[in-house]
């Protein structure tokens, strides 16, 4: 091969380099474009297999808290509703109590006290209606661990006339998300052992006791909560009272008995002795698990009943009927008396609940701000892995263009030179 085959095929050979560099350089500032445009360092995974799989994950991490958020949202405006809820059942049980206390005012007649049971019963529908209450969609906002679409119905025969219907118990919150409802059942319904929840009526709401005998009774005190027999109701009978002539001298027999379904059998007994004076005060022990007092002008023949209360509908229940039907004052103070101190358990058991809500609503939040905490930092994974720092894509592609332009005049002056040029 002679010499200028060897020069022709160096010539051949430096423009194809010089024409493949420059195709390398365009093709370079072609994608330092298409980063600068996209933001993007990794625009497709293969520019980075590990970038692109990091951006990836940590994106789909993202996602998960965004979803996880979404659904706290919900759960914290159905617990909020509830809380809500419960703040007006506060406000219409403390309603309900301030017309049950008035109604023990001596002036009100039997007519006044029927209107004072009327209003008692449009609280008493509140009350209600709210403890059936539904969140935006549609469920109950205290179903408990599960119930139905209405978790209280009622009033039911027989006893006991207000049923839970649902899986009592508080659903469980966890890392990242709260329950949508509260435990219905502990904050309306009474347990006998526990909440010790009972209303005692003479002689059937004080029919047969004339106005100027007063007789009644003090709340009922669970005094062995092992030996309570939960839903029993009971009858007591005063059969004899003696009153001495010195103190200490006065005594008592009364006899108690089951009511149906308890299979408590009649029992006499005898209360220890009292001052012999009116009123008269007598210790009743002779119920299983339970002790209340008889006071006032008691005779033989006197009849009193204790029924446990199922539910804070129950006790409203009792106060509306035995204000509503009491014939003389004596008989609207048993019942006011025994209203207000039930009604303050209920209202103790609806506070417990709704600062169970609150303490919801404040781990809602502290969920909501780790979150935030681990999107910012999930954020900042998939931007390192994935974004483009723009400072240094700038440069890169000022400097890629600088040289592209350089490289494409070089080529340029260098494709002029020919031998043909200087052969005249």
Known sequence: ?????????GSANTYDNALRNLQNRQTSLSDLQE???SGKKVVRASDDPTGAAQAERAQNRLERVKTDQRALEMQRNSIATAESTLSDVTDALQSFRELVASAGNGSHTAADR??????????????????????????????????????????QTPAPDYTFQGLPGQPASSEFAIPFSLDGDRAFMFESTID???????????ALIPANRAVGTDSVVVSN????????????????????STPATGSATYTVEGIAPSTFPLTTLTAPDFPYNLPVKISVTGIPGLSLNLTGDIRAGDTFTVEPSASIFSVLDSAIAGIGSAATGNAANQAVGQALANIDKGMGKVSAVRGQAGDLLNRADRITANQNKRSIQL???RSRAEDLDMIKGVADFQNQQTGYQAALQSYAQVQQLSLFKYIG
């Open 379 to 381: 954020e900042d994974d």
């Open 35 to 37: 980063n600068l445009t």
């Open 114 to 155: 029927k209107s004072i049971a009327t209003q008692l019963t449009g609280l008493r529908d509140q009350v209600f209606a709210m403890a059936n209450r539904t969140d935006t969609n549609g469920l109950p906002l205290f179903s408990a661990l599960g119930s139905a679409l209405a978790p209280f119905v009622g009033p």
């Open 196 to 206: 010790q929840t009972y209303d005692v009526k003479v002689d059937a709401n004080m």
């Open 1 to 9: 091969m002679s010499t200028s085959s060897f020069l022709r095929l």
């Open 225 to 244: 909560p092992a030996a309570v027999v939960a839903g029993d109701a009971y009858k007591i009978t005063v059969t004899n009272v003696t009153l001495g």
